[in-house]
């Protein structure tokens, strides 16, 4: 949330020409994106078969962060807004220089442990207690009137669930001994290590062919049979090479589940479905988040922070619930990544539409599940397009997708939802002062579901696109899912 608040204080700030805030802003913002993508980058390639959870909860914690540095803001008490601004400038920037010769690539598989299970579960444990916690906390700050001892109180209570997880390393690291896997004793191996990279290069060319001419019947055999009915058309296909009677040609370029770089990536159809899909979806929920305030106002509601507030902690919410339940569905049943995208843009769509039709209840519904849906496709999607064009240049894939949410929340934010909202505007003032009496920059304020009602049944609409592009990519995807996690043993 403190990149929206960022962007308003933008809007703001150009409004009223000063430019050179807007500057700071600017590199202020692209700083977060640098931390957001060191962080990311790292610990995916560290957890590389827990990419769900490992996306999910930092991406969790970065959009809580807005929240969490406002309470602690309250807890100090500063005596002006600069003081504020000081704070958000050099706390994010002594911490990041503390820990930037920690966080780093180690390495995933050789850091592999049997506990890593119910380390996730412990922190997904902390979030959701986390989560509520902080929930009760702004709800009570925005209802009632607390003192400074309490706000400080709860503050620190706060910072503690923040820090229990440093629990789970110094446990692993001074109360743990692993054993190594089979994985890691190869990889701690440099003979076996190297024998096994002149195999598969020797082999390269050739298996690559037979995954090309394989049968679709042969997915759907048990792993130790797949992998003999392979090694039978391999074998086959060496003796035809070295008679002479096929000539096997270099695949171009990587296939899914191999690297690529962002250029290889931006030619394959897989990558611009989960980016429209991205678009249409998150930019609609960006979308609701920017014009929430607004919504609120429109439907009589004078205090619109907890609303704000319940947007920002389902956001979270929606993001550890994104990794998790996507990381399942992958594990236990091998479905693509992408089915659940596609399920939370059909949560969204719903949501939309109930706004839409102007049911009762309408703005907590759009809270709730908009902040879930909108959470949830910021730990699902990084996670997929790791699986699906590799780690080698993960980063710049990932920048490249986060894209899609200014781009649709500039189409549907600063063109449709404003144009609907200013037209029904002045078609309520024309109602009421048809003569023209009241000047119109004053009287441009709309009442009623109608404001939005219509926006939120475009981007229904569109977000029902998108489940489309996602099951799309499913479809196209089911046999890498397959590969990649149809084996009990990976």
């Given amino acids: 949330m403190m990149r929206l608040q960022y962007i308003y204080l933008a809007r703001q700030l150009l409004y009223q020409k000063n430019f050179e805030l807007c500057i700071l802003i600017f590199v202020g913002t692209n700083g977060e994106t640098y931390f957001n993508t060191g962080a990311l980058v790292s610990c995916v390639q560290n957890f590389p078969k827990s990419r769900g959870p490992v996306v ?94 309490l706000i400080i109180i709860l503050t620190v209570i706060l910072i503690v669930l923040i820090l229990l997880p440093i629990a789970i390393p110094i446990m692993l690291v001074f109360f743990s001994q692993p054993r190594p896997t089979t994985e890691e004793s190869l990889l701690l191996d440099p003979q076996k290590q190297e024998a096994g990279k002149m195999g598969q290069d020797e082999n390269e060319v050739i298996f690559s062919e037979v995954e090309d001419e394989k049968a679709s019947d042969v997915d759907s055999l048990p792993a130790s049979e797949r992998h003999k009915r392979i090694a039978h058309l391999q074998a ?15 695949r171009k370029g990587p296939r899914r589940g191999e690297d690529f770089t962002l250029l290889q990536a931006l030619v394959k159809a897989d990558f611009w479905l989960i980016f429209i899909s991205l678009v249409l979806a998150s930019g609609s929920g960006l979308t609701v988040i920017d014009n929430l305030g607004q919504m609120c106002q429109s439907l009589g509601y004078s205090n619109t922070h907890i609303f704000v507030s319940m947007i920002s902690i389902f956001n979270f919410l929606g993001r550890i619930a994104g990794g998790y339940f996507s990381e399942n569905i992958i594990r236990h049943y091998a479905y693509p990544r992408p089915v659940a995208m596609a399920v939370v843009q059909v949560i969204m769509a719903i949501a939309l539409f109930f706004y839409a039709m102007g049911w009762p209840g309408a703005i907590y519904v759009v809270s709730v599940l908009i902040g879930l849906g909108y959470g949830a496709h910021w730990a699902i999607v990084p996670a997929a397009v790791s699986e699906l064009f590799g780690l080698k240049s993960f980063g710049s894939l990932y920048n490249f997708l986060t894209l899609a949410s200014p781009a ?83």
Avoid at 242 to 248: I, L, N, S
Avoid at 420 to 443: C, N, T
């Fill in 56 to 149: 999910g909860i930092l991406k969790g914690f970065a959009g809580l962060s807005g929240a969490i540095l406002t309470q602690i803001y309250a807890m100090m008490n500063f005596p002006n807004q600069a003081s504020l601004i000081f704070m958000v400038a050099v706390c994010p920037t002594v911490i990041i220089s503390a820990l930037m010769f920690i966080v780093r690539p180690v390495g995933g598989h050789k850091q592999f442990r049997q506990s890593d299970n119910s380390s996730f579960l412990f922190t997904y444990s902390i979030c959701l207690v986390l989560a509520a916690y902080l929930l009760t906390v702004l709800v009570l700050e925005d209802l009632v009137s607390l003192n400074q001892t």
């Fill in 236 to 250: 086959k296909l060496f003796q035809a090479a070295a008679e002479g009677a096929v000539r096997v040609k270099r």
């Fill in 408 to 490: 649709g929340s500039l189409i549907f934010s600063g063109v449709i939802a404003s144009g609907i909202y200013d037209y029904q505007a002045k078609k309520q003032h024309q109602m009421l002062d048809p003569i023209g009496r009241v000047e119109e920059a004053e009287s441009l304020t709309c009442n009623g579901t109608i404001c939005y009602s219509i926006t939120c049944g475009i981007m229904s609409g569109l977000c029902a696109i998108s489940v489309v592009l996602s099951l799309i990519v499913v479809h196209r995807t089911k046999r890498v899912y397959t590969q990649l996690y149809a084996n009990p043993q990976t």
